[in-house]
């Protein structure tokens, strides 16, 4: 069983900066790939980034790519995304996943556990 909790969500003003966290807990194996999406008002859950079992690599959607950046920390079971430049477009409930099967994806259906969702706010 895997539980997965996000956090560091909040209200920014454009061109601020949020860090956010997720923690995972239970057997999650030796491997596995985390990623983040978010779901905006109105539009379908997108993804945001993935991260491989080591860090090895990252993608990131092209919306985001020079403004986040995913990391994790293997030792605390989290995987971070620091957002800086947030645009008013960014505003979404943001949600971190667990791919126990592979390293990683782009593809929602791949992942086993998701978490609960932090809000990102991003006001003009």
């Known amino acids: 069983h895997v539980q997965l909790q996000a956090y560091g969500g909040g209200l920014v003003q454009a061109g601020g900066s949020l860090r956010l966290s997720c923690a995972a807990s239970?057997?999650?194996?030796?491997?596995?790939?985390m990623g983040w999406f978010r779901q905006a008002p109105g539009k379908e859950r997108e993804f945001v980034a993935t991260?491989?079992?080591?860090?090895?690599?990252?993608y990131y959607t092209d919306s985001v790519k020079g403004r986040f950046t995913i990391s994790r920390d293997n030792v605390k079971n989290t995987v971070y995304l620091q957002m800086n430049s947030l645009k008013p477009e960014d505003t979404a409930v943001y949600y971190c996943?667990?791919?126990?099967?592979?390293?990683?994806?782009?593809?929602?259906?791949?992942?086993?556990?998701w978490g609960q969702g932090t809000q990102v706010t991003v006001s003009s």
């Open positions: 996943a667990a791919d126990l099967e592979r390293s990683g994806s782009m593809w929602s259906t791949d992942y086993d556990y």
């Open positions: 239970g057997r999650t194996g030796s491997t596995y790939g």
């Open positions: 991260i491989s079992w080591n860090g090895g690599w990252t």
